[in-house]
């Protein structure tokens, strides 16, 4: 999780234990000593409860999308925290009692190869999960509603996100908060994660496959019937202050507007291309002249948290460790409440 050799660790540590003392515990040949745990914990990051846990963490068919130029220690530390989040979080769950099942909403629904599969797909989706056509408020805790674990990772700008199923039924998905820093930039990369996490993909390349899960986003976040609504169902011109009032309700950007507008027949190839070289001169590509001001959190863990100490099924310590912080942090910041 830190990126450390056994060497960083030492010094890291101040060098009380060499690398060779390290290796020995690392291969289970000695058994560090309550001391030798505390600095272990302190070099790490972590709270000593760290290492005893007993929750089994399977990360399933998980691989990085070959888009992400990511080196093996940058795999390893996004693979490693994503596993020790959902271990704590799986634990929380194993003691509270819950055993909640994910609904594959598309479980029987065939490969997809084309535009109209993945259109067609985000519209059973809606209709499944009951969303209707209008926007959709808080994709993090929809998420977290259907039993999709979300994970949010501080990691490399040069990974996006991830999706894997965890002990073979549970699904998550994470991103990163150095690449997706806006709301609207993290709803479109957890939708497009979905994606991959659902969908069945025919014979397409991996670029086609990305650009499927884009279009499934856009479907998700403005359908068609909705755009049209919005937009009309012919345009030979658009305004970026209609783009702006739509981004503003639906939380997209106004760029995927575009494309979703192009992908819906609203305007055409030309127009589009003619657009975003707008966009380019303007320098609205990364920075739009208009933020969503919108909500995507999940406070489903430190619910689960709060009604496993107000009903003394944890301790205050144990409540501390599952946040991975030390108790005088927990109490000074909740204390008072309980």
Known sequence: MNGYSLQDLADAMGNILTRQALHRYEKGEVIPDSEKIN???KALSVTPDYFFRTT????????????????????????????????RYLELEEIIGLHNEF????????EVTLYDHVDKAAEIIRQKWSLGKGAIFNIVELLEEKNIKVI???????????QAFVNDNIP???????????PDRIRFTLLHELAHLLLKFGDV??????????????AMLLPKETIMTELGEHRNKLSYLELASIKKQYGISMQAIVMRANECGIINDHYTNQFFQLMKQMNWRV????????????????????????????SMSKAASLTNRSLAEFKKEYQPMF
């Open 39 to 41: 600095k272990l914990s």
């Open 56 to 87: 089994r963490v399977e990360l399933g068919d998980f691989e990085f999308r070959k888009i992400d130029k990511l080196s093996k220690k940058d795999a390893a530390i996004i693979n490693e925290k994503a596993r020790e989040y959902l271990s």
């Open 103 to 110: 609904e594959h909403p598309l479980a029987d629904y065939p």
């Open 152 to 162: 949010k990772l501080d990691v490399s700008e040069n990974f996006d996100g991830l």
């Open 172 to 182: 998550v998905i994470a991103y990163n908060v150095n690449k997706t820093n806006k």
């Open 205 to 218: 390349t991996e670029k086609q496959k990305e650009t499927l899960c884009h279009q499934f986003s856009g």
């Open 287 to 314: 920075d739009e002249p208009v933020d969503y001001i919108g909500v995507e959190e999940s406070n489903r863990f430190e619910q689960l948290l709060f009604r496993a100490l107000i009903e003394d099924q944890i």
